[in-house]
């Protein structure tokens, strides 16, 4: 598989306050990549940094070859990583129909791409085609859930980085968006995921990354972090992983 997103002993923080310390992953086409970790483990800060949104105090950001590190996010969109923030981040006076458009933004091509990628969005969500002229403010938390993606798939992106899609969001409606990303991840798209839900996305994840004090804990497949300790300290402590250690 083709390597897309490359990010080495990556660090940043806000002003003089490290949050991430030195992080190394890679993502390739067509993989779904879960950081997992405990509030406040440096999740978002370091999505922010591999897009551009913070800049690193050290290490590099990599996309499809290109070194991207320090980047404002206006260069990283153009060259194929998208990324979704928590909580959505819809402008309640839009209708869907311009979202979508909006996600167009300095895209070459008319009215012929914008038909085509809104298709490709509608396929994927079939509820967005029913409500093109309805306001974000008054769909579902699902239906804003799947136009941020959509709205984001509208530029064709190579590496999608989603930040806690589940929130507020009813079960059944976390599956069918996670069924959505699978669909993704299955026509090639390279996906970092962060989720609370940690169960579905290690189900969900090819491989991933436990997170803690901004720090990596433990990466490996899903079944490698499951069944190992960091991600049980991750989320109890310190103390729940020893005891596991010392229960085997």
Do not use: C
């Amino acid at each position: 598989m083709k390597e897309l997103l490359t990010v080495t002993d990556l660090s940043s923080g806000y002003g003089a306050v490290p949050v991430v310390r030195s992080v190394d992953f890679t993502v390739h086409a067509g993989e779904v990549f879960a950081i997992v970790g405990g509030n406040g483990a440096g999740k978002t800060t370091l999505l922010s940094t591999v897009s551009g949104l913070l800049r690193p105090t050290a290490g590099s950001v990599r996309l499809a070859g290109t070194d991207v590190t320090g980047w404002a996010p206006e260069r990283i969109v153009p060259l194929g990583l998208v990324h979704i923030p928590e909580g959505r981040r819809l402008f309640t006076g839009l209708t869907v129909a311009e979202h979508l458009r909006l996600g167009l933004w300095n895209v070459p091509g008319g009215r012929s791409v914008e038909r085509a990628r809104t298709e490709r969005v509608v396929d994927l969500f079939p509820v967005l085609g029913e409500r093109m002229d309805a306001y974000a403010e008054v769909l579902s938390g699902g239906e804003q859930q799947m136009l941020a993606i959509g709205q984001a798939l509208m530029r064709e992106p190579r590496v999608l980085l989603l930040d806690e899609p589940s929130i507020g969001l009813a079960p059944v409606i976390v599956r069918r968006v996670f069924a959505a990303v699978d669909r993704l991840r299955a026509e090639g798209l390279a996906v970092v995921l962060v989720e609370q839900r940690v169960g579905q996305a290690l189900e969900l994840a090819d491989r991933g990354l436990v997170l803690r004090h901004g720090r990596v804990a433990a990466t490996g497949t899903p079944a490698e972090l499951a069944d190992g300790s960091a991600l049980r300290t991750a989320y109890l402590g310190a103390a729940a992983g020893r005891t596991t250690e010392e229960g085997r």
